[in-house]
């Protein structure tokens, strides 16, 4: 059993023997949801990733808050999703709205959950956002050799081989990521800024590209191609300048394709940079609402 996923749905019949006794064996996450919820569902998706990961480690258990009005009230659920950590019979922490998975691996790292490979990972993408890249190399290839299966691993390699321009490398092993892990939000970033390397690379140039923008603002092409250089080098305020732009100047340009583009980069950007997207999504809806 201790190599099983331990994940169950619970009532106030089973509340007791399930949740209360096992927390004084291990961690309980109990997650309030509501069927009908997205972000309950996404949470609970997650969860459900976690605790087969960490298969044995600790006990997932889901509380339909429609079918439980008893525990909703008892613990106090106000809004869900909503998270109840038990410990020891008792509760060790109580808090509503979405984790998103990074939350949940560091809530489950401060109960002693995690793996070696991504403690690894985690110095390692530090140390590329610090500039020491070499060295963050080294840690993902031990990381991925500790724990082969982990493609958050590869996929954080994949990153920074796109970073420094070692696009052979980065798309051979993103080809060789299952077809499944290619769905996540991660991986789609990924495909993004490969494929705005390819297209850059089909282009003028940025250099010949602003020439031709320095002889004729007007060039909506030249600015429109510009704008992908600008993506595939990571350029991404100078590339969202060119894009609305070419919407101001001709909002209908190539069927619309300077405002998809915009859109297009904010969900390439949102796993790694929130805050950015956010900002350029803001951008957009005030251009296009006022």
């Not at 100047?249 to 980069?265: F, S």
Request: aromatic content about 6%; glycine content about 6%; proline content about 3%.
């Amino acid at each position: 059993m201790a190599n099983e996923p331990l994940i169950v749905e619970v009532g106030a019949s089973g509340f007791d023997k399930y949740v209360i006794q096992n927390s004084h064996q291990l961690p309980v996450v109990v997650e309030f949801m509501a069927m009908w919820s997205g972000p309950c569902m996404a949470m609970a998706d997650t969860l459900h990733d976690l605790a087969t990961e960490f298969a044995g480690q600790f006990v997932f258990a889901k509380v339909d808050i429609d079918e439980q009005p008893e525990l909703v009230e008892q613990f106090g659920v106000e809004n869900v999703p909503a998270l109840r950590v038990f410990n020891k019979g008792e509760v060790t922490f109580s808090e509503q709205g979405q984790f998103q998975e990074e939350e949940l691996r560091m809530l489950l790292k401060g109960m002693g959950i995690f793996s070696r490979s991504e403690e690894l990972r985690e110095q390692a993408r530090a140390k590329h956002m610090a500039g020491e890249t070499s060295e963050a190399i080294v840690m993902m290839s031990q990381a991925i050799q500790m724990d082969p299966a982990n493609t958050r691993v590869a996929m954080d390699m994949v990153q920074i081989f796109i970073d420094i321009g070692e696009m052979e490398q980065a798309t051979g092993l993103f080809n060789k990521l299952p077809d499944s892990d290619k769905e996540s939000e991660m991986s789609k970033s990924l495909t993004g800024q490969l494929t705005f390397a390819d297209l850059a690379s089909n282009t003028e140039g940025a250099e010949a590209l602003q020439q031709r923008l320095s002889d004729n603002s007007d060039d909506l092409d030249a600015r429109f191609d510009l704008a992908i250089c600008h993506v595939a080098a990571h350029d991404y305020d100078s590339a969202i300048d060119q894009l609305f732009t070419v919407l101001q100047a001709d909002p209908d340009y190539k069927n619309g394709a300077a405002k998809e583009m915009i859109i297009t980069v904010t969900n390439m950007l949102d796993p790694n940079n929130a805050e950015l997207a956010g900002k350029y999504r803001q951008r957009l809806a005030s251009l296009l609402n006022g």
